[in-house]
């Protein structure tokens, strides 16, 4: 078969592909439960940060944008918000949030937000100013040191 009509072919399986997979039900899911209990933000500022870096991912106020309705985003979308908010909920601290110790070690290394997340959202990249204002507050709100050394947080881990 020579390329002509080969691509046809190739755009048509594609497009049913890409049809098919609208139909599977995960990535639908894009309730946000209710907000029970924030931390105590130290200072309160810290919030607005934390709101523009990390709330979609780590709190029940997530914004779905269009296209986390449509998959294979809407799979990726959410799988980092379930996964997100069961490390650590903004909303629900309430319960136990013990990966919360981890969180200024993670925005130090520069670990979080997660890398492609800034590209797509540019209110979430902060400036070094801003992101040494995060570290701050995150530190004072959750209460922490933030430098754990990493063989400290390894033992931790196990
Ligand atoms: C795009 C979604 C997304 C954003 C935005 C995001 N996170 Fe995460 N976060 C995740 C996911 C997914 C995990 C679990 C997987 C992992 O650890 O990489 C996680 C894990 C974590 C953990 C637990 C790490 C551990 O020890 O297991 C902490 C703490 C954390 N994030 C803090 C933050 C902070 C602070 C921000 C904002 C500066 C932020 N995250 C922004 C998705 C996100």
Known sequence: ????KL??????GAIIVFAGIQVVPYG???TNPPIVQEPAWNPPETRALAKRACFDCHSNETQWPWYSNIAPVSW???RDTLTGRSKMNFSEW????????????????GEMPLW?????????KLTPTEKEALIA?????????GEKSS???????H
């Open 94 to 109: 309430n319960r136990p949030q013990k990966k919360a110790d981890d969180a200024v070690e993670e925005v130090q290394k």
């Open 137 to 145: 507050g995150l530190r004072a709100t959750i209460g922490q040191r």
């Open 7 to 12: 691509l046809p072919r190739v755009a048509i």
């Open 76 to 78: 990726l979308t959410e």
């Open 116 to 124: 492609f997340y800034t590209p797509i959202h540019p209110e979430a």
């Open 1 to 4: 078969m020579n390329t002509t």
């Open 151 to 157: 063989k400290e947080s390894e033992e931790r881990e």
């Open 28 to 30: 639908r899911n894009h």
